[in-house]
């Protein structure tokens, strides 16, 4: 096949821009598909009915004829009456044009002509395939369900079934086949159905694929979007039967990247500066509590403050001229209008190598853009020079606190926060405090090595965080929330993701914000089913990334990966084992990707050794998963769990409580019971045993309310990860078993 003709596109898009135009004419938009490879029907334009004879309809061929308006703002033809159907016939075509040409809207400039392609109009007999530039990604190519019904199906069907994602950057070609049949469109065209052939095969739609994804040097200067709705599936391939194209406005600004040295200084500095430290309790003065409370060197710290010599054991200059040498990180707490020009002031004197901004007011509010701006406007000179300047995290952050940094200027009060017993190789990047902070109280009592709330982004993104912790070992999970990524932020994210997930480290990401409000603007179909969150799920799960539904989630992925990291699963085969049979059905509803497989006959000897005595196999058979009812106590549970575990038909468990029961002491000593969870040969004492006697990942289940809180602390504490329900486990561990062992 002739590869894509991009000198004929670029003379096309040129001379439409040429013209004024914002989208291209039809006409224009066929030559575009036949310029790319791309096959269209057989066509002709004339200027009305008067141009419609016998020997252009033979040309045409077919039996039908298909007749659409063509002009500046036809666009939704269907809904203005642009588009009719008429038999092969001069007089038919005429009276067709005619008719049209009374009740359009607008005058048209010409018609198109064209031989109806028959097709099957079925689900995969009409395919999307659109080219579009996104802000965050880049180019990326969408696949789904084309036709009338696109947008209801796409509606309608699973997220991550709707659409399959391309990109030109972030998908291995070697991949291609396998992201485009995650569409269920897809599928229906390239798969047999019912014993019937498949429609169209499956190189055929992977050759359009790259022939879109060839356009992406041109975007976003020359072009922003392509749509083809819809390509029609035939016995000889696809056939684009209607295109939209919309041009770029000119190249972007461009931005320059950020030292990724003054990073690693921002997140772990040898000296600090703090401005905005009251005499009495303010968020400054509390930040330069918490930076000694964490054990920073206190002749390490300079606070800016007019009018003080020393404030809590820490010398202070009235101004940034008395500073007395140029520290790694400045804090800043000013208010919004004082602060551009003290960062300004800062960075063109090179008194440090990172600011942390923390007020808002910088572009949220009304007027607040001339202060960000005048911002940029300094970071952009300061690039220049020889080490790229300093970088800013902010504003309207809550900062960062930094185990390895031993500082803290997360302004909370310290009782506010649980004291994170357990150190976690986590780092949470966030663009909330908010989030941040939740998150540090729900994932109690693990202690998060870094915590980064980036804010607006003026300056680091939430790509050169990830980034840099690809290069930090002893991070072992990252957790991110964003709201949206800074312009091409995200390819970058997600090219760091990559590098994260090749070492066996994860990514959980939870991004707000992925309502559809605003895809109206666009005349097309793709903004509006391929927005930008649709776009950054695809790409972030062919990428790797766990991807979070809900904030809850978030924090189960969270923390189960951080307590299974050095536990990679071989593969996806689930044990399951619960005194619930509620348990079992839910296990077994939502193992999602997980296999439950059938234990082997060696497997079923070895619980029946455990169960037959207790009396459980005169109440249920030995199945996966296997229901312990509520006769098993903590030895029987650890015990069945132990041989699952051990199976070699099984990669991954699950270990289920309902401990309402008598048998497993599941509640501290107390008043009106003789349990005890502390006690030896309770069922946390046992699983706990059962956690270090264990290499294979898997999870606990404590299904209970408030009163079995100290049960679920007792395992956390022993590093067993803990979900609340059932199915919550499935899911987490399932995703942590998706990603199978590191390299995979």
Same mark, same amino acid.
């Given at each position: 096949?002739?590869?894509?003709?991009?000198?004929?596109v670029r003379r096309i898009l040129d001379a439409a821009r040429a013209a004024g135009h914002a989208t291209l004419l039809e006409p224009?938009? *066929?030559?575009?598909?036949?310029?790319?490879?791309?096959?269209?029907?057989?066509? $002709?334009?004339?200027?009305?009915? /008067?141009?419609?004879?016998?020997?252009?309809?033979?040309?045409?061929?077919?039996?039908?004829?298909?007749?659409?308006? !063509?002009?500046?703002?036809? !666009?939704? +033809?269907?809904?203005?009456?642009?588009?009719?159907?008429?038999?092969?016939?001069?007089?038919?075509?005429?009276?067709?044009?005619?008719?049209?040409?009374?009740?359009?809207?607008?005058?048209?400039?010409?018609?198109?002509?064209?031989?109806?392609?028959?097709?099957?109009?079925?689900?995969?007999?009409?395919?999307?395939?659109?080219?579009?530039?996104?802000?965050?990604?880049?180019?990326?190519?969408? !696949?789904?369900? %084309?036709?009338?019904?696109?947008?209801?199906?796409?509606?309608? =069907?699973?997220?991550?079934?709707?659409?399959?994602?391309?990109?030109?950057?972030?998908?291995?070609?070697?991949?291609?086949?396998?992201?485009?049949?995650?569409?269920?469109?897809?599928?229906?065209?390239?798969?047999?159905?019912?014993?019937?052939?498949?429609?169209?095969?499956?190189?055929?739609?992977?050759?359009?694929?790259?022939?879109?994804?060839?356009?992406?040097?041109?975007?976003?200067?020359?072009?922003?979007?392509?749509?083809?709705?819809?390509?029609?599936?035939?016995?000889?391939?696809?056939?684009?039967?209607?295109?939209?194209?919309?041009?770029? &406005?000119?190249?972007?600004?461009?931005?320059?990247?950020?030292?990724?040295?003054?990073?690693?200084?921002?997140?772990?500095?040898?000296?600090?500066?703090?401005?905005?430290?009251?005499?009495?309790?303010?968020?400054?003065?509390?930040? *330069?509590?918490?930076?000694?409370?964490?054990?920073?060197?206190?002749?390490?710290?300079?606070?800016? +403050?007019?009018?003080?010599?020393?404030? @809590?054991?820490?010398?202070?200059?009235?101004?940034?001229?008395?500073?007395?040498? $140029?520290?790694?990180?400045?804090?800043?707490?000013?208010?919004?209008?004082?602060?551009?020009?003290?960062?300004?002031?800062?960075?063109?004197?090179?008194?440090?190598?990172?600011?942390?901004?923390?007020?808002?007011?910088?572009?949220? +509010?009304?007027?607040?853009?001339?202060?960000?701006?005048?911002?940029?406007?300094?970071?952009?000179?300061?690039?220049?020079?020889?080490?790229?300047?300093? !970088?800013?995290?902010?504003?309207?952050?809550?900062?960062? $606190?930094?185990?390895?940094?031993?500082?803290?200027?997360?302004?909370?009060?310290?009782?506010?926060?649980?004291?994170?017993?357990?150190?976690?190789?986590?780092? =949470?990047?966030?663009?909330?405090?908010?989030?941040?902070?939740?998150?540090?109280?729900?994932?109690?009592?693990?202690?998060?090595?870094?915590?980064?709330?980036?804010?607006?982004?003026? &300056?680091?993104?939430?790509?050169?965080?990830? #980034?840099?912790?690809?290069?930090?070992?002893?991070?072992?999970?990252?957790?991110?929330?964003?709201?949206?990524?800074?312009?091409?932020?995200?390819?970058?994210?997600?090219?760091?993701?990559?590098?994260?997930?090749?070492?066996?480290?994860?990514?959980?990401?939870?991004?707000?914000?992925?309502?559809?409000?605003?895809?109206?603007?666009?005349?097309?179909?793709?903004?509006?089913?391929?927005? @930008?969150?649709?776009?950054?799920?695809?790409?972030?799960?062919?990428?790797?990334?766990?991807?979070?539904?809900?904030?809850?989630?978030?924090? &189960?992925?969270? $923390?189960?990966?951080?307590?299974?990291?050095?536990?990679?699963?071989?593969?996806?085969?689930?044990?399951?084992?619960?005194?619930?049979?509620?348990?079992?059905?839910?296990?077994?509803?939502?193992?999602?990707?997980?296999?439950?497989?059938?234990?082997?006959?060696?497997?079923?000897?070895?619980?029946?050794?455990?169960?037959?005595?207790?009396?459980?196999?005169?109440?249920?058979?030995?199945?996966?998963?296997?229901?312990?009812?509520?006769?098993?106590?903590?030895?029987?549970?650890?015990?069945?769990?132990?041989?699952?575990?051990?199976? /070699?038909?099984?990669?991954?468990?699950?270990?289920?409580?309902?401990?309402?029961? /008598?048998?497993?002491d599941g509640l501290p000593a107390g008043e009106g019971h003789d349990e005890d969870l502390a006690r030896p040969g309770a069922v946390?004492?046992?699983?706990?045993?059962?956690?270090?006697?264990?290499?294979?990942?898997?999870?606990?289940?404590?299904?209970?309310?408030?009163?079995?809180?100290?049960?679920?602390?007792?395992?956390?504490?022993?590093?067993?990860?803990?979900?609340?329900?059932?199915?919550?486990? #499935?899911?987490?561990?399932?995703?942590?078993?998706?990603?199978?062992?590191? %390299?995979?």
């Amino acid at each position: 096949m002739t590869p894509p003709d991009l000198g004929t596109v670029r003379r096309i898009l040129d001379a439409a821009r040429a013209a004024g135009h914002a989208t291209l004419l039809e006409p224009d938009g *066929l030559a575009l598909l036949a310029a790319l490879g791309l096959a269209v029907p057989a066509w $002709r334009l004339v200027a009305d009915e /008067d141009g419609v004879d016998a020997p252009l309809l033979d040309d045409i061929g077919g039996e039908r004829i298909v007749v659409k308006a !063509v002009g500046p703002g036809l !666009v939704h +033809k269907t809904e203005i009456g642009g588009v009719a159907f008429a038999d092969r016939t001069p007089a038919a075509v005429r009276a067709a044009i005619a008719a049209m040409r009374a009740r359009l809207p607008v005058p048209a400039a010409g018609f198109t002509v064209s031989a109806l392609v028959p097709h099957d109009r079925d689900p995969g007999g009409e395919l999307l395939l659109a080219f579009r530039w996104t802000d965050d990604m880049g180019p990326v190519v969408a !696949v789904g369900a %084309g036709g009338i019904a696109t947008e209801i199906l796409a509606a309608d =069907l699973r997220p991550d079934r709707a659409l399959a994602i391309a990109s030109p950057t972030l998908t291995p070609p070697d991949r291609l086949d396998g992201v485009l049949a995650q569409a269920t469109a897809a599928r229906l065209a390239t798969r047999s159905v019912r014993g019937q052939p498949p429609r169209l095969a499956p190189e055929r739609l992977a050759d359009a694929v790259r022939r879109l994804l060839a356009l992406a040097p041109l975007a976003p200067a020359e072009l922003l979007e392509l749509e083809i709705n819809p390509a029609a599936v035939t016995p000889a391939g696809l056939v684009a039967l209607d295109v939209l194209v919309r041009l770029g &406005d000119g190249p972007l600004p461009v931005r320059r990247p950020r030292p990724a040295a003054a990073v690693a200084r921002l997140l772990a500095p040898r000296s600090i500066g703090i401005v905005g430290v009251s005499s009495g309790m303010n968020p400054g003065r509390v930040i *330069l509590q918490n930076v000694l409370r964490e054990g920073f060197d206190p002749a390490a710290i300079t606070v800016v +403050k007019p009018g003080a010599v020393e404030m @809590d054991g820490v010398r202070c200059v009235p101004d940034l001229a008395a500073m007395p040498s $140029r520290v790694d990180l400045m804090v800043v707490v000013l208010p919004a209008a004082a602060t551009p020009g003290f960062v300004a002031e800062a960075v063109e004197r090179d008194l440090a190598a990172s600011l942390i901004v923390i007020p808002g007011g910088l572009e949220e +509010k009304s007027g607040g853009g001339a202060y960000a701006d005048r911002l940029q406007a300094v970071l952009a000179a300061a690039r220049a020079r020889p080490d790229g300047g300093p !970088v800013i995290n902010g504003g309207n952050c809550l900062g960062i $606190r930094s185990r390895p940094g031993r500082y803290d200027t997360l302004f909370i009060p310290r009782a506010k926060l649980p004291p994170g017993a357990r150190p976690a190789p986590i780092a =949470l990047v966030t663009g909330s405090g908010a989030f941040a902070v939740t998150r540090l109280s729900r994932l109690a009592p693990l202690d998060p090595r870094y915590v980064v709330t980036i804010g607006n982004q003026t &300056d680091l993104t939430a790509g050169d965080y990830l #980034a840099h912790f690809a290069g930090d070992p002893a991070v072992r999970v990252v957790g991110v929330y964003v709201e949206g990524f800074a312009r091409l932020d995200g390819a970058r994210f997600l090219e760091a993701a990559a590098r994260l997930r090749a070492d066996g480290r994860r990514v959980v990401l939870y991004r707000a914000g992925r309502t559809a409000a605003g895809a109206g603007a666009s005349a097309s179909h793709t903004a509006a089913i391929a927005g @930008d969150a649709a776009v950054t799920r695809a790409l972030a799960r062919s990428a790797g990334v766990a991807w979070a539904e809900t904030p809850a989630e978030f924090d &189960d992925l969270l $923390r189960t990966f951080a307590l299974l990291d050095g536990r990679p699963a071989a593969g996806r085969r689930l044990g399951a084992t619960t005194n619930a049979g509620s348990e079992c059905v839910t296990i077994a509803d939502h193992a999602g990707s997980l296999d439950l497989v059938r234990f082997s006959p060696a497997t079923e000897q070895a619980l029946g050794r455990v169960l037959v005595p207790a009396g459980i196999t005169s109440v249920v058979d030995v199945r996966n998963p296997l229901d312990l009812t509520p006769i098993a106590d903590a030895r029987i549970v650890g015990e069945t769990a132990r041989i699952i575990l051990a199976a /070699d038909e099984v990669d991954a468990g699950i270990v289920g409580l309902v401990p309402m029961t /008598d048998t497993l002491d599941g509640l501290p000593a107390g008043e009106g019971h003789d349990e005890d969870l502390a006690r030896p040969g309770a069922v946390a004492d046992v699983l706990a045993s059962l956690w270090r006697a264990t290499t294979k990942p898997w999870v606990a289940v404590v299904d209970a309310g408030p009163m079995y809180e100290p049960l679920r602390a007792r395992l956390l504490e022993a590093g067993v990860p803990v979900l609340g329900t059932a199915d919550a486990a #499935a899911r987490a561990l399932g995703a942590w078993c998706e990603a199978g062992p590191p %390299g995979a």
